[in-house]
């Protein structure tokens, strides 16, 4: 039985393919690479060049967990892996060459899971997030030297088009774990999703600062990297963002005071914790896949003060965004957390993107729902 499987599942790649060859090469890929390849159903090609390699398997982020791939060998040490059709969105994915993790040489790379991994965008049939002909704003990098973590602290700000002209809100946006400041920069493509929006008046301008979701001294680095240490991570964020980073940009750029925060997962959590801690300053909190660290049954929220929202007059608006083919847990942590407000008449926004995990596509959506409601 489990070799017919095998046949089958292998027959059913072979037929596909003979009946789908429109094949276009990934957006990701390098400039004058052929491969990986695309069809209009989402079934993809991979090429690698691997001669002494006795083993070469397909493997992926959330997306892609329930790949189905074959793989052929040639007599030059070129490998063939062609999949049935993938799961919409950008995926993070990379080759298991004889049991080592290996990247695509094919295409750009892209950070995560803490590295720099390869990259591969299935069409969703969406535009919002394309480079189009309309005004653009830019991403600088800047930085600043923290007192909290004893060094320098790389950040990236995105200034809208109109930038120069009046002053603007700002946006704090975190990444989350395994990823940095590059993230929404480059996976996100928040420049072009903002570019977009505010050609078509969908959106108020505003400058956003990409921060990084990682603050520890020195001391703290020699942590075992678990959840304590991520926890302390976000209340060093907390100082920074407040005695540091906040100042900083309403020094350097041209701000109107007015300020919200979002992230995606651990940055979720991140601007949860901050958000809460300051429902004054913020007028709205974006939580793009919610995580809850270091809760206890009795305590869900022991290391979360979101029940300052409740008591704050100000009530910062709450955007809530989850994917719908996400993991169990982050539902879970998704359910707890709307659970919570609607028990205590706490008014938020539940956004749900349809089709996609843990990964770019559901967090550029949440994005792009969340700017159309802040600073209005």
């Known amino acids: 039985m489990k070799s017919f499987k095998i ?24 400039d004058g690479k052929e491969f990986p390849k695309i069809d209009a159903e989402g079934k993809a090609e991979f090429k690698v060049y691997f ?31 062609s999949t049935l059709p993938l799961e919409i969105g950008f995926h993070y994915y990379w080759f298991n060459v004889d049991g080592k993790r290996t990247n695509d040489p094919n295409t750009e790379l892209y950070f995560g899971y803490g590295q720099p ?19 653009h704003g830019k991403i600088i990098n800047d930085n600043l030297e923290s007192k909290i973590t004893k060094g320098k602290r790389s950040f990236k700000v995105y200034l809208p088009p109109s930038y120069g002209i009046k002053r603007f809100p700002v946006l704090y946006l975190y990444h989350g774990t395994g990823e940095d400041i590059t993230g929404w920069e480059k996976q996100g493509f928040v420049n072009n999703i903002l ?34 240490r991520t926890v302390l991570s976000t209340k060093n964020i907390d100082k920074i963002l407040i005695q540091e980073l906040i100042p900083y940009i309403e020094k350097k750029y041209k701000t109107d005071g007015n ?77 707890m957390l709307t659970t919570y407000l609607d028990q205590n008449k706490y008014p938020y926004i539940q956004y749900k993107s349809l089709g996609t995990y843990h990964e770019w596509l559901t967090w550029r959506r949440c994005l792009y729902d969340f700017a159309q409601k802040i600073f209005r």
């Open 259 to 335: 300020k919200a925060i979002a992230g995606l997962s651990r940055g979720s959590y991140q601007a949860m914790f901050i958000g809460a801690n300051h429902p004054e300053l913020f007028s709205a909190i974006g939580s793009f896949s919610p995580v809850i660290y270091e809760g206890t049954e009795l305590q869900p929220f022991k290391e979360l003060p979101i029940d300052n929202l409740l008591k704050s007059k100000q009530k910062p608006f709450l955007f809530i965004g989850i994917g719908e083919k996400e993991d169990k847990r982050f539902i879970d942590y998704n359910y």
């Open 117 to 135: 991994t390869s990259g591969i965008e299935i069409n969703s049939g969406e535009d919002f997030f394309f480079k189009k002909n309309v005004k």
């Open 7 to 30: 046949i089958f599942t292998v027959f059913t790649i072979c037929s596909s393919l003979i009946y789908s060859q429109n094949f276009k090469t990934s957006i990701t890929a390098k």
């Open 51 to 81: 001669p002494k390699a006795n083993s070469v398997l397909l493997e992926g982020g959330d997306g892609m967990q329930n790949l189905k791939s074959m793989t052929i060998k040639d007599k030059d040490g070129f490998w063939t892996i």
């Open 195 to 228: 570019d977009n929006l505010f050609a078509e008046k969908k959106a108020e301008e505003m400058i956003v600062v990409l921060d990084y979701g990682v603050a520890l001294n020195p001391e703290e680095e020699k942590m075992a990297d678990n959840y304590p």
